[in-house]
């Protein structure tokens, strides 16, 4: 496909997942319903060329299709797909601006972006406006679709490459202040900050539990425990606090 993907093979390329829930579903239970997905590109090709894909997955149904973020938000409303699967640079109505509109009218949704943006601000931005997932259009075929089952499970999906952006985007934000929380940081056990330490280098569960052999329940409740600690909502949340308390570094 012109914009598109490279060639199918494993998969193994999308490594840099991280679950808002502490939750791996890679091996989750199946699905009474498809997982029902919108495609929002300008290409006309490009969108024909998703469907022809995504409809070999028996688990997944394209319920629509958009030309820019303005048709999208219309589409959606009326939808209400489980997966926004989005470019970034549209006419009319980019994808990012488009990101928050959507999740006003259709809450349950959740947003990847699929783009060949590699620009930091891109990602930053898109992340903010609510997007759960930012994928370049180099990936190969069959991870767009271990993608779409991922971020329906409740993990993130970032392209890898766009992934040390952030950590490195972590890092310099830590260098540029000085500011420390007058109130001690939580006190996280020793397995906790090696879980923490090991979700920083993008390590989904299953990964995780084969480091420090132990089971992937025992690795998602470390997870819940360090975010009820922190009072935060996320995996990338924790990463960030953990760096700007410097409970841990990234070298």
């Given at each position: 496909m012109?914009d ?5 093979h ?9 679950n808002?829930?502490g939750?791996?579903s890679?091996?989750?239970?199946s ?5 029902r997905?919108?495609v ?9 060329g998703?469907e ?5 997955e028996?688990d997944i149904q394209?319920?629509?299709?958009a ?12 939808l209400l ?7 970034v640079?549209m006419?009319?109505?980019g994808g ?6 959507i999740k ?10 699929l783009?060949?943006s ?15 997932g ?5 990936i190969?075929t069959?991870?767009?679709a271990t993608?779409i089952r991922?971020?329906?499970?409740g ?10 952006k952030?950590l490195t ?8 202040t ?15 900050l090696e879980v923490l330490k ?6 989904n569960n ?6 420090l052999?132990i ?6 409740n470390?997870v819940?425990?360090?975010l ?7 995996r990338m949340?924790?990463?960030v606090?953990?760096m700007r ?7």
């Amino acid at each position: 496909m012109a914009d598109g993907f490279g060639p199918v093979h494993s998969g193994r390329g999308l490594d840099s997942t991280m679950n808002p829930e502490g939750m791996d579903s890679a091996n989750g239970a199946s699905r009474d319903e498809p997982i029902r997905v919108l495609v929002v590109d300008d290409h006309a090709l490009f969108r024909r060329g998703l469907e022809i894909v995504l409809a070999q997955e028996e688990d997944i149904q394209v319920v629509g299709e958009a030309g820019d973020g303005a048709e999208a938000v219309d589409k959606a409303a009326d939808l209400l797909p489980d997966i926004v699967l989005m470019d970034v640079r549209m006419p009319k109505r980019g994808g990012i601006e488009a990101c928050t509109s959507i999740k006003e009218v259709a809450p349950s949704a959740k947003i990847i972006m699929l783009t060949i943006s590699d620009e930091e601000a891109d990602l930053y931005d898109a992340i903010k406006a609510g997007a759960t997932g930012y994928l370049l259009k180099e990936i190969s075929t069959d991870e767009v679709a271990t993608a779409i089952r991922a971020v329906a499970d409740g993990q993130s999906q970032i392209s890898p490459s766009m992934a040390s952006k952030l950590l490195t985007e972590f890092k310099s934000m830590i260098q540029r202040t000085d500011e420390r929380r007058l109130v001690p940081a939580p006190r996280l056990t020793d397995r906790e900050l090696e879980v923490l330490k090991l979700v920083a280098t993008g390590m989904n569960n299953r990964d995780i539990a084969k480091e420090l052999f132990i089971s992937e329940n025992t690795v998602k409740n470390h997870v819940r425990n360090i975010l009820e600690k922190l009072q935060l909502h996320s995996r990338m949340e924790a990463v960030v606090y953990a760096m700007r308390e410097k409970i841990l570094e990234i070298r």
